[in-house]
């Protein structure tokens, strides 16, 4: 019989996978609110997840708006 994989289990994997890529990323949703940032986007932009999740795109990145 297959093993069914709980939904926690595959968040959990997929949040590891995305803070051990070798580049930066960041998500937004659907109304441009910050929702992830990795470790690396952290590097690279110089900013604390902390400081920005929660926070609109444009808000934080402001020359980028256009």
């Known amino acids: 019989m297959e093993e069914l994989i709980s939904r926690e289990a595959i968040e959990n994997e997929l949040l590891a996978a995305m803070e051990n890529v070798g580049d930066g990323f960041l998500a937004c949703d659907a109304r441009w609110r910050i ?24 808000e934080v990145f402001p020359g980028t708006l256009g």
Request: hydrophobic content about 40%.
């Open 35 to 58: 929702v992830y940032l990795n470790a690396t986007g952290e590097r690279v932009l110089g900013l604390r997840r902390e400081a920005i999740l929660g926070r609109n795109h444009w």
